[in-house]
């Protein structure tokens, strides 16, 4: 990859017209070849994950939503399935139509089913990935017959590093995957439309398939409105916001500074303040100045990672990472920050001189612009270097690429060590993709490398006992259950997920102690109440829907405690509810949740009525009075403050 002194001009005038024609041809000819075979190779290791198994966010996104859950191929099917509300976001409507065809294709939900697609997305990426580079290539001066085959190879490099198993086996991420594709075919219209611009021609084709291409994109997650800033890493390295008309040039060279100050300005005047918490996020143990802080060492790892991808680098789970208190708080937040700042330094100083390497920087540091910033998003996860990577493959072959120049390595020799770097890459992926094919060899590969992650334990105990049958007499699986659940319990004592799950394990066994409750209850009082740790008791719910016999006193004081100490929608208050009145057989201790349900819920929600009608049903019309009461007082009071003023 050569420095901005060998930029060559777009086309070759060196040949004959007719000879430069049929050699461009048999390169792009060659070059569709190599990056086909690319496209193929890239998904081969990812098929040791199959069958594999939903785990964490696939269930409330996939397995669990009813919206997606379509039975037959049809246009109202369909049109239900994007329009109905969604866990992961309203605006990620086509994964979620995807997912609805899987569902239909897979006959219910079908791990195999579903990764097969999210590997046949991969594979296309990569094949568009194949012609970005090649694309960027050509504009740093790279000669079109090194560019054949060299951005086959990057785009493989990418496709293979493991980094990406957990985006591509993990299911639900498909919303990342399938986002990281239209953001590429944008990125590549754009490249096309801007070459036309600096050729003499209106390349308006290539604009209006990169806005194309970038609502596809935006349909499917909320990141993709970080294009801008990747075409403006694009004008500062290899472009230089150049065009043939005065006119087009001119409002490139205005354009781009005013948009960068009107979404400056917007970021600080409208999402900052949306966001910031000084206190710590619901559910969360950290502020947005702590979020920040942690964030420069969140990148470093993930640049750890990409540099050096073993697979105990990438435990999956990251729920086990501490918040930075200050910046010497841990240490390395300091050191991390300065790091990263040198990186930004680097990248706009070389922008011409060495313009890939630029452009792969500055691409790896846009690509994490929201997730992270200060929007209350978990600390770490892989998925979130989807995109990002193709930056660290650039600026790393921009690296190999200078020391090659200086090294004056033997033609052989590249092609031993590109072998080698490829095949190192595709063998970790497969032995990461492999940890994937079921759920307890994910669950146990997490907690080797991740032994402090409440999330890996609890996989892994309810991966045994749902192995051994889950709520069965004589479960053969409940004494590995029991044993994981103990572990994560004495791991972790900052969760409640371990604990509330072997509570009902030794319930099922028979041998649940006042001790194992008192322990639970204990945790629920006192520690973070985090989203995972608000959900605890509902494992304790669930299993008692399931037939195991849990306490019901015991239970009924976990669901208060949770109530009193977690923030709960409506339709949470509500579930709770039902739960205490139809499962425990207990009206009056359900009326909390049904009263904080209503209380929050709009004013002419269909709901207080129909729960009347429930309790009046189970022979409880006091109850039911009360509700309605409450019911009519909302909705008085909805009336008179809409009354006009005089």
């Not at 090194?146 to 980094?163: D, I, M, V």
Request: hydrophobic share 50%.
């Amino acid at each position: 990859m050569a420095n901005a002194a060998r930029v060559s001009p777009l086309h070759d005038n060196r040949l004959p017209n007719n000879r430069k024609r049929i050699r461009m041809h048999l390169i792009r000819d060659r070059f569709l070849l190599l990056s086909l075979i690319a496209g193929l190779l890239a998904g081969l290791p990812y098929l040791a994950g199959f069958p594999g198994a939903f785990v964490f966010d696939d269930f409330p996104n996939i397995v669990n939503n009813q919206a997606i859950q379509m039975t037959q191929l049809d246009a109202g099917s369909l049109a239900k399935a994007v329009l109905s509300p969604q866990p992961s976001g309203s605006l990620r409507a086509l994964p979620t139509l995807t997912f609805a065809v899987d569902y239909w294709r897979g006959g219910g939900a079908d791990p195999a089913t579903f990764k097969a697609t999210n590997v046949l997305l991969h594979c296309l990426t990569t094949l568009a990935m194949a012609w970005l580079f090649r694309s960027l290539l050509l504009l740093a001066g790279v000669p079109a017959g090194k560019a054949r085959w060299l951005a086959p190879l990057l785009a493989l490099a990418w496709a293979l590093h493991p980094l990406q198993v957990s985006s591509v086996l993990y299911v639900v991420q498909r919303i990342q995957t399938l986002a990281t594709l239209f953001v590429v075919l944008a990125l590549l219209a754009y490249l096309q439309g801007r070459v036309a611009q600096i050729e003499g021609r209106s390349g308006r084709t290539g604009m209006l398939m990169a806005m194309l291409s970038w609502a596809l994109a935006m349909g499917c997650k909320e990141d993709a409105i970080l294009l801008p800033a990747y075409t403006l890493a694009l004008e500062l390295t290899l472009l230089g916001f150049r065009a043939a008309d005065i006119r087009t040039g001119r409002l490139l060279r205005k354009g781009y500074p005013t948009a960068s100050v009107m979404g400056a300005a917007a970021y600080l005047l409208l999402v900052l303040p949306h966001f910031w918490q000084w206190e710590a996020y619901p559910n969360r143990d950290f502020s947005t100045l702590e979020r920040l802080l942690t964030q420069a060492r969140v990148l470093c790892m993930y640049l750890w990672q990409i540099v050096l991808p073993l697979p105990s680098h990438m435990p999956f789970y990251y729920d086990w990472l501490q918040p930075s208190r200050s910046l010497l708080q841990p240490w390395t937040t300091l050191s991390s920050m300065l790091l990263l700042a040198g990186m930004l330094a680097l990248a706009l100083h070389q922008r011409l001189r060495q313009p890939l390497l630029a452009l792969g920087i500055l691409w790896f540091l846009s690509a994490h612009f929201v997730a992270s910033n200060v929007i209350g998003l978990e600390l770490a996860f892989e998925h979130r270097n989807h995109f990002a990577l193709a930056g660290g493959v650039l600026a790393t072959g921009s690296l190999l690429a200078q020391a090659a120049r200086r090294l004056q390595p033997s033609r052989n020799m590249q092609i031993a060590i590109t072998v080698l770097v490829l095949s190192a890459l595709a063998g970790t992926t497969l032995i990461r993709a492999g940890s994937w094919h079921d759920r307890l060899s994910l669950a146990n590969t997490v907690t080797r490398y991740a032994p402090l992650s409440a999330r890996a334990w609890v996989q892994l105990c309810a991966g045994e006992y749902e192995t051994g049958g889950g709520a069965v007499k004589h479960n053969p699986r409940i004494d590995a259950a029991i044993e994981a659940c103990t572990k994560g319990t004495s791991a972790v004592p900052a969760s409640l997920n371990n604990a509330a799950l072997l509570v009902v394990l030794k319930t099922l066994k028979g041998n649940v102690s006042g001790s194992d409750w008192d322990l639970f209850q204990q945790r629920l009082e006192t520690v973070h109440m985090s989203l995972d740790n608000c959900r605890a008791p509902q494992i304790l719910s669930y299993n008692h829907r399931q037939g195991v016999a849990v306490d019901k006193r015991r239970l009924l004081q976990a669901l208060e405690t949770m109530a009193r100490r977690c923030d709960q929608k409506p339709f949470e208050a509500a579930s709770i509810g039902y739960f205490v009145m139809n499962d425990l057989a207990e009206p009056d201790a359900a009326m909390p949740y049904f009263l904080r349900a209503i209380g929050s819920a709009p004013p002419n929600d269909p709901f207080p009525v129909q729960l009347a009608q429930e309790l009046r049903q189970k022979n409880r019309p006091d109850l039911a009075k009360r509700i309605e009461q409450l019911a009519a007082s909302r909705r008085s009071s909805a009336m008179t403050s809409r009354a006009p003023q005089r």
